[in-house]
């Protein structure tokens, strides 16, 4: 395969605090992660002093911002997006290029965020309302529930969806009255430090910054006494590292982590092409990489080959390549660490005595050092191996067997995480049944995956999936606390006291 690809110039973002964009001495050099060798661009890496200031400016913007009305914050919020579909093309470029994600899949990450903004817009009438708890016999009071924001929020979100990531969170502690930090991934920071910036710039000073840097220069954004929640999207890991970080002040977390996501296919399931489709893409999507996907299938002992061939079909056509370049269909790892991770867990299969199929030719020339890796299926793996205890974050699916729908939720739910799970049925009544039972914080029924999520509901993980939720009223209130205001009641009180 040879380059058609662009020659467009390096891009260079800096930190966005106060209002005002700052450069760095130091950057973050961002590679292509198809082409190792080509630099994408260059972000700003912040000092532990401008991760000082940008928690200041986002503390000193707070008590203005907060005393607003939801609904003004709302109407500078909607004004603050206008016109950011008009750079979304070079958005999913940049973020293409630093990612590793086919375009289309980049094109739809920036969109996404601002779906996920306007629906946050369409709660303000509910943010501030409030409760009230009349008299009652021996509680001479009538008392009022409200809600107040935090203060200083830092959303903290990851390399794969970085921005439609950001959309789950960002405009739900804007509206609720926080101010906000955005933490943008070091190796994909470029896309998502340019959309940000230009939502902040129509927001009052302070109310909305950016800060990029290396991870040890970060530690401020968690654990500065100043921070009221950390919002936290990555690594059961990395989500480890934040709530020990966060503990030292008792600053709140909310944790959307990884998964080990089940499918179930029952026995009648419907496996047409539309719904192959729909489980192919639940799988393979961003080369598998979605804390969301499905990461283990337990089909029914007499679907198993029906599946295994209906997935085969779709991964005889995949064209691996350079996310820009027109045709491919799945581009490369994006790390080198993980490439080797899923390429180790694949060939334990193999050493086990697993039948592993692998789909698609690895591309050549100046792509022939990229985090490519051929698809597989691993069928029927003895069920302790790593292709299905860990998450994979890869290109790799084990198809597992079940007899019954009792074992398929026991092995569904034998698992470390719970983000989320599927069930393939015919059977309505069943699909509610199982999906109850599953251990996992979202369940769809004959459909998976990230483009297929309710933007509307509340999304978050059970177990080491996480915690706290994101999305819907649910999600503003988690940036919110709770208030009550008792009034005396003479005439309650007059009445009790006889």
Not at 71 to 91: F, K, P, S, V
Request: glycine share 8%; proline share 6%; aromatic share 4%.
């Amino acid at each position: 395969m040879t380059s058609t690809l662009d020659t467009a110039a390096p891009v260079t973002t800096g930190l966005y605090i106060g209002g005002e964009v700052r450069s760095t001495d130091d950057s973050l050099e961002v590679v292509d992660p198809a082409r190792p060798g080509v630099v994408v661009g260059h972000a700003a890496a912040a000092s532990t002093q401008d991760v000082s200031d940008a928690v200041a400016a986002a503390k000193a913007a707070f008590p203005a911002w907060a005393a607003l009305p939801a609904t003004e914050r709302a109407a500078q919020m909607a004004a603050a997006i206008q016109g950011l579909a008009d750079e979304r093309d070079e958005d999913a470029r940049i973020l293409s290029l630093e990612n590793g994600k086919i375009v289309h899949e980049a094109w739809v990450d920036a969109l996404v965020f601002e779906i996920r903004w306007q629906l946050a817009l369409s709660l303000a009438e509910e943010v501030d309302a409030t409760k009230v708890l009349s008299p009652a016999p021996g509680i001479p009071v009538e008392t009022t529930v409200a809600h107040q924001p935090l203060g200083v929020v830092t959303v903290i979100v990851p390399f794969n969806w970085p921005i439609a990531i950001l959309g789950a969170a960002l405009p739900h502690a804007l509206l609720a009255g926080n101010t906000a930090i955005v933490k943008p991934p070091p190796t994909t920071p470029l896309a998502t430090t340019r959309l940000v910036q230009r939502v902040a710039e129509k927001l009052p000073p302070g109310v909305l910054n950016v800060v990029t840097g290396r991870d040890s220069e970060m530690a401020g954004l968690i654990d500065n006494p100043d921070i009221a929640k950390v919002c936290f999207t990555g690594s059961v890991n990395g989500g480890k590292r934040m709530m020990e970080m966060a503990s030292r002040n008792l600053t709140r977390v909310t944790l959307e982590l990884g998964g080990n996501d089940a499918a179930i296919i029952r026995e009648d399931a419907v496996l047409d092409d539309e719904h192959l489709d729909r489980l192919f893409a639940g799988i393979f999507d961003t080369t598998g990489q979605i804390c969301m996907a499905a990461k283990r299938i337990y089909a029914h002992r007499s679907r198993m080959d029906e599946v295994v061939a209906g997935l085969s079909a779709r991964l005889e056509k995949v064209v691996l390549g350079h996310g820009l370049a027109e045709g491919t269909t799945m581009g490369p790892l994006h790390q080198s660490a993980q490439k080797a991770f899923v390429s180790e867990i694949i060939e334990e299969a193999k050493d086990a005595g697993a039948t592993v199929l692998e789909f698609g030719d690895l591309p050549e020339g100046e792509f022939a050092q990229g985090n490519f890796l051929r698809p597989a299926i691993v069928v029927d793996p003895d069920p302790s191996l790593r292709v299905v205890t860990q998450e994979q974050f890869g290109p790799v699916i084990p198809v597992l067997p079940y007899d019954d729908d009792a074992d398929a939720v026991r092995q569904a739910n034998d698992t470390w995480g719970g983000l989320c799970g599927s069930v393939w049925t015919a059977d309505t009544e069943a699909a509610t049944r199982l999906g109850a039972q599953l251990a996992c914080g979202y369940v769809w029924v004959n459909d998976h995956g990230a483009t297929r999520l309710d933007l509307r509901a509340p999304f978050g993980g059970m177990k080491q999936s996480g915690m706290g939720r994101e999305q819907g009223i649910e999600g503003i209130r988690a940036f919110q606390d709770t208030r009550s205001i008792a009034h005396l009641d003479a005439a309650a009180l007059a009445a009790s006291a006889h």
